[in-house]
């Protein structure tokens, strides 16, 4: 029996893992993919003997990476290294105060005894909560909800169960007295665009999974992941075609039809990876609801000439007043005055991404997306640079511009012009409690038959595991429709 032609829109990770549960369901699958190689936000830049990753850094919840490979048939352990790093990270605060996170909760008790003596019991109490609302999350990562599911009662008993109405920030002050301790157990919020005051309680499952599943490294760099899921896809039997921008959705004679250049592509089914909010504008021509979008990042990548000292794998170094850099992020919509920034020396665990005896530093500053912009990043660039320079020479007692060897840059237009994604908003759209669970775009489209969505704009989500995650629905529901 002939196959039936399922075509992906885009090689990102949610692209690449939906080809390789469908490839392995049965079905001929065809990618077609815009740049010239896969991975889309998860990149690198090779440059004289660097390879800088320049997007995701962290490995969290490694079990859903696990489990894709297994769906195929295969063992992650054959195609990616991953190992715990220790210490997780590191952060800086502004008054020269540090707090190491390790994998080992009793030495990172003992970091949080010094900011606040009773920190060590709340921590439990934390990890206990965050725990428990991990464990009911964890299985809805794989479903698809919708308005309807709101009539089911189970789902609004859930809702209060994952304390749906209170902020992630509202959820670590319940535990942590001391200002410091809850931006350093709600900080990963901004590394889903948003702001803890904004983001909703249940997303402190990221804090549980870092404190308690730890982080992990993929040897050889982040990039390893696609090219692992580029090497299964194709092992399976799926096809893809690099340089190749769709640039409409339509439907022809009962099935689903893409335009590529002259080309029309026809298929019984379709799933968009590129970016939800783009497509719907551009490949779809509709209109959309005024959507909230994550914040965007300033990214600079350095490859300097010696290795420095005092640095983790991951550092955070937060604002002197961090409420008020989040406002000006989130609110007025400003370049910061005084950022918040993350820093990545991959190079300390995994030498072989730098020439030898060189380091790697990969600099995250988070700043508005280009939605009314009210000012140009260019004219706050070079301030910025300087600040976050500063710091880094202080605590390094370095002076970084004299190591540069190789630098690239990467700015909020970049999202746009290289991925397609709306605003440059780097996290796509904001996961706030309007956009979450129900309320997140759905995984298959309401109005045009067999077109399907997967990544990080839609259900469950961004960041890798939930877009693998969420690469699993899209599989169930084609599967389902038959
Ligand atoms: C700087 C940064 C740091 C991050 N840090 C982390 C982290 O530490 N840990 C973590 O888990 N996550 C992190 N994330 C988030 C994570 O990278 C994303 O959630 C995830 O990679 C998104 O994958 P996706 O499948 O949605 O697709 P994308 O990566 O957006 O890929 C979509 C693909 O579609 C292609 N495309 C677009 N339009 C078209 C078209 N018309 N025709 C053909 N192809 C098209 C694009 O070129 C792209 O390759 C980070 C992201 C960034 C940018």
Redesign the pocket.
């Known amino acids: 029996m002939l196959k039936k032609k399922i075509v992906i829109?885009?090689?990102?990770?949610?692209?690449?893992?939906s080809a390789c549960r469908l490839a392995k369901d049965g079905y001929n699958v065809e990618v077609?993919?815009?740049?010239s190689r896969?991975?889309?936000?998860?990149?690198i830049i090779e440059d004289r003997g660097y390879k800088f990753d320049?997007?995701?850094?962290?490995?969290?919840?490694p079990d859903f990476f696990e489990e894709v490979f297994s769906y195929c048939g295969k063992r992650i352990e054959d195609y990616l290294d991953l190992r715990a790093i220790d210490p997780s990270y590191k952060i800086f605060y502004s008054d020269g105060e540090t707090l190491c996170v390790y994998r080992d909760s009793q030495r990172t008790k003992e970091e949080l005894k010094r900011i606040d003596k009773g920190a060590s019991e709340q921590f439990d109490k934390f990890i206990q909560e965050t725990a428990r609302i991990y464990n009911i999350i964890r299985p809805l990562l794989y479903k698809c909800v919708t308005y309807k599911s709101l009539t089911n009662p189970y789902y609004w008993r859930l809702v209060t169960k994952i304390r749906a109405f209170e902020s992630y920030w509202q959820l670590a002050r319940k535990y942590f007295k001391s200002d410091k301790l809850c931006y350093a157990f709600t900080f990963e919020a901004m590394?889903?665009g948003v702001s803890p005051y904004q983001a909703p309680a249940f997303y402190s499952i990221i804090s549980y999974t870092d404190h308690v599943q730890k982080i992990f490294h993929p040897m050889g760099g982040?990039y390893q992941i696609p090219l692992a899921l580029e090497k299964l896809a194709g092992q399976l039997g799926a096809k893809i075609y690099y340089d190749?921008?769709?640039?409409n959705i339509g439907r022809k004679d009962g099935q689903i039809s893409l335009l590529?250049g002259k080309n029309q592509i026809q298929a019984s089914s379709a799933i968009v990876?590129?970016?939800y909010a783009?497509?719907q504008t551009?490949?779809l021509k509709r209109k959309i609801p005024d959507f909230k979008y994550s914040c965007s990042?300033y990214?600079i990548y350095l490859g300097i000439n010696k290795k420095l000292n005092n640095l983790a794998h991951h550092n955070l170094f937060f604002a002197k007043d961090l409420k008020k850099n989040l406002d000006e992020l989130f609110k007025s919509k400003l370049n910061p005055e005084d950022p918040s920034f993350y820093v990545h020396v991959p190079t300390i665990t995994d030498p072989s991404l730098a020439p030898a005896g060189k380091d790697i530093l990969y600099l995250?500053i988070p700043v508005p997306n280009l939605e009314n912009t009210r000012q140009a990043l260019k004219d706050h660039e070079l301030r910025l640079r300087r600040i976050i320079f500063d710091k880094i020479n202080k605590v390094c007692a370095c002076n970084l511009e004299e190591l540069i060897e190789v630098e690239h840059r990467?700015y909020p237009e970049d999202?746009i012009g290289?991925?397609?994604?709306k605003f440059g908003a780097?996290?796509?759209l904001a996961h706030n409690l309007t956009q979450s669970a129900f309320f997140r775009p759905a995984n298959f489209d309401p109005v045009m038959k067999n077109l399907y969505y997967?990544?990080?704009?839609?259900q469950p989500?961004?960041?890798?595991?939930?877009?693998i995650a969420?690469?699993r629905i899209v599989a169930d529901l084609i599967n389902a429709a038959g």
């Open positions: 829109i885009g090689a990102g990770v949610g692209g690449l893992t077609y993919e815009k740049l896969c991975g889309g936000r998860c990149n320049t997007g995701p850094s962290f490995v969290l919840m590394f889903m982040m190749s921008e769709i640039e590529k990876n590129a970016d783009y497509a551009e490949l990042t990214l995250l990467f999202f290289r991925y397609n994604i780097t996290f796509g997967v990544g990080a704009s839609t989500g961004g960041g890798l595991p939930v877009v969420g690469s």
